[in-house]
Structure formats: C-alpha cells, structure tokens
C-alpha cells in the first residue's frame, strides 16, 4: 500500500495550458503539503494544509491553486503554465498541526515539463 | 534570514570507510534537526531526528549528532556500502519555522 501517491507521475504540457496534480495520503495525517524541487535540487515548500485548512502559502504566484476536499487529498491547480513551472512537484504528509516541522512523508513525485 | 548549508560538492568514498556529512545553519534556533534520503526520482524518506538536548544519536549504521554551540550537525555512516549513495538532506525545525530542507549532500560509495 503507498502511503503518499500522487498522480499523474509525468507531465507534460505547452505553455499557457492549466494542469492539475492529485495527491492522496493513506497515514491518517492532518497535514499535507506541496514542494517544488527544480534543477539545482532545492526542495522549497510552497502550501500547507491541516484539516483542509491553509496553513501556509510561500509568495507562491497566485496561478497555483492548492484544494483540499479532505484531509486525506491535497490537489494543486496551475494555470497559464510557464516555462519555470518546470521541476518535479512533491506532495507529503505529516501527523501534527503542521505548526512546525514535523516528519513528513513524501510522494514518488510528479515530474512536469513546459514546452 | 534562515539559512541551511550543506556541501554542494559529492562526497566520493571507499566501501566500508566511513561517510560524514556536514549540516550548517544560521539564524535559527532549531529545537531538533532531522535528516532525509533522497534517491534519484524518489521522494526524500525521513532517517533520523535529533533534539537540541541530545547530542548524538543512532540508528543501525547512522549517527547524528547536534552541536547547537556551533549550529551544527553532523550524519555519519558507518561501513559504508555502494546502496548507500544518494542525496541526503538536513531539515531544522521546532517552532514555528516554515518547514526548510538544505539543498543536501550527494554521497557516492564506490566499490
């Protein structure tokens, strides 16, 4: 059983398309979130959500739109994709409030590429 | 503003010889330090935390330890092996910190 999935696994799109990204977690978490990891590997977080709440939202452009229907997804929306939204996407959870850094658990990653 | 550093360099070493890595930050006051493993296309998978009122800490061939003097931490890996190579990433926390991840150290293990 995969504790964090997340869907689709590879994606790619021409500039200017809208693209969705799934992530679903099996752990029983309260906190889920979102990280871009570009080319130099930095992992830098963008959302956080607990209970379906934002918790944290990190100067990320307002064409990303993350939603939380329940706890256990945690979905992210991107609109007028552009060339820099290029990188792998990472979905994780954590079993707290997400009010510090917890230990999270990661998703296999979604790789996007804009032509 | 919060800073983690980590060798941008690979560390390249022998099998069975000993792996240290090195974790610096500034500006923060972590209350523990966590250490992740990233394979190539993986997420990073959680391998250890250490507390600020603990110095070391182990687990099978790993050891962490945190000198928050120095604002640093240091993961070691003893007898090392080639399945051992990848990117390892250090992550302060505690608090309220936004959750941080360094931009992490590659290891390679040759046989």
């Known amino acids: 059983d995969t504790a964090v999935s997340q869907t689709p696994k590879y994606l790619v799109t021409q500039m200017g398309n809208d693209k969705s990204i799934k992530c679903e977690q099996n752990l029983g978490h309260d906190t889920m979130y979102w990280y871009k990891q570009d080319s130099k590997k930095f992992l830098k977080i963008m959302f956080s959500y607990n209970n379906k709440e934002l918790i944290i939202n990190e100067t990320v452009p307002n064409r990303f739109s993350p939603k939380s229907p329940d706890k256990a997804h945690l979905n992210l929306h991107i609109n007028s994709l552009e060339l820099g939204d290029s990188a792998v996407y990472f979905c994780?959870?954590?079993?707290?409030?997400?009010?510090?850094?917890?230990?999270?658990?990661f998703g296999p990653g979604t790789r996007l590429l804009v032509l | 503003s919060q800073k983690i550093e980590q060798n941008s360099e690979a560390l390249n070493i022998q099998e069975g010889k000993t792996a240290t890595l090195t974790c610096n930050y500034t500006n923060y006051s972590p209350a523990y330090l966590q250490w992740y493993r990233q394979d190539p296309g993986r997420g990073p998978v959680f391998l250890l935390l250490?507390?600020?009122?603990?110095k070391e800490k182990r687990k099978e061939r790993l050891k962490v330890t945190f000198d928050t003097t120095l604002k640093q931490s240091l993961f070691h890996i003893t007898a090392s092996q080639p399945a051992d190579s990848a990117t390892y990433l250090c992550a302060p926390g505690g608090g309220s910190y936004i959750p941080t991840f360094g931009r992490g150290t590659s290891l390679i293990v040759h046989p």
């Open positions: 250490i507390r600020e009122n603990e």
């Open positions: 994780a959870s954590s079993q707290g409030s997400g009010a510090y850094q917890e230990t999270q658990y």
